[in-house]
């Protein structure tokens, strides 16, 4: 499959994920963000094992923790608490740093090369996202921030630890896998932190089908499936769509108005995704020399 029909899928991924604000405020029943991931993950990863038929191997039990830990466990709980202790958009540019935490994890356990491309591209998103969420009079909350760069830090460990440890199976097993590790290790958390939910009706049961077939089953595949195909650096900068995708769902369905700092920042993040992407372009192989060998 050509290169770029794997990064317009890669890219459906953080654009589906952008529309998980809209849904949780507008269809599920509020005050239940643990529940809610649990509801997101486990069901979608037992699915898929129903689909794929494949446990893991004992050997690799450890491997899908630490990964179910790092992509869903740690990363949507810091999520939770930050989202809880700072406002919105001060979360989304704290969290904005994994694309950089990224290349700078692949370059030290991947060996991946640390572009100059890569990098500016990555710090242009931060600001590009920083433009398009951040309010003048937005507070902060130390322990919001450092629960946000938890997240960003777990989540960039775990795509590029999902780019190391690449078991002998097909992208969508190993995406089984791991949404059960995630949702496994979410449930007794949930089940302690928050209250039983209520009876749900038509509107919570189409949002958490949402989030559970589209958000989490069809968008994971997709997502790791590019990671193994065309490593971290070339989809981390994708993740900059979501917010992206989350201020134009509020403009388009929620009424909320699109100010000019807004659209520069949106147009700031465009060029970092185009940059990102020149930057993580494999390098032309070299001619052949005449008359050498082959």
């Known amino acids: 499959m050509p290169r770029y029909v794997e990064l317009m899928l890669a890219a459906m991924a953080p654009i589906i994920w952008g529309s998980t604000y809209i849904v949780t ?22 699915l898929l094992l129903m689909v794929t038929r494949q446990l893991p191997p004992r050997a690799w039990l450890g491997r899908i923790a630490v990964l179910g830990a790092l992509n869903f466990a740690i990363f949507w709980a810091a999520l939770f608490v930050a989202a809880y202790r700072l406002p919105g958009g001060v979360a989304a540019t704290v969290g904005s740093i994994q694309p950089l935490l990224v290349l700078v994890l692949a370059h030290l356990v991947l060996a991946a090369p640390l ?21 003048a009079d937005a507070g902060l909350d130390l322990s919001g921030i450092v629960a946000a760069q938890i997240g960003a830090l777990s989540m960039a460990l775990g795509v590029v630890l999902t780019r190391k440890w690449q078991p002998p199976v097909p992208a969508l097993t190993f995406t089984a896998w791991q949404l059960t590790a995630g ?16 009876v749900l009706d038509a509107r919570n049961i189409a949002g958490f089908l949402w989030l ?6 069809l968008t994971y595949y997709l997502w790791f499936r590019a990671i193994a195909r065309l490593g971290p650096a070339a989809v981390t900068g994708l993740g900059f769509l979501s917010p992206l995708t989350a201020v134009l769902l509020g403009w388009a369905l929620l009424g909320q108005t699109l100010t000019p700092q807004q659209t520069l920042g949106a147009l700031i993040v465009l060029i970092s ?15 052949p020399v005449p008359g050498g060998k082959d």
Do not use: K
């Open 273 to 287: 995704i185009w940059l990102g992407g020149r930057a993580s372009r494999p390098d032309p192989s070299p001619s």
């Open 212 to 217: 559970g077939l589209f958000g989490a089953a």
């Open 183 to 198: 949702g496994l290790i979410l449930l007794p958390v949930a089940l302690w932190a928050e209250p039983s939910l209520p």
């Open 25 to 46: 405020t507008q269809l599920l029943p509020q005050g239940y963000p643990l529940t809610a991931s649990v509801l997101r993950a486990l069901p979608a990863g037992l």
């Open 115 to 135: 572009r100059l491309l890569s990098v500016t591209a990555a710090l242009a998103g931060l600001v590009g996202v920083a433009l398009l969420v951040l309010q």
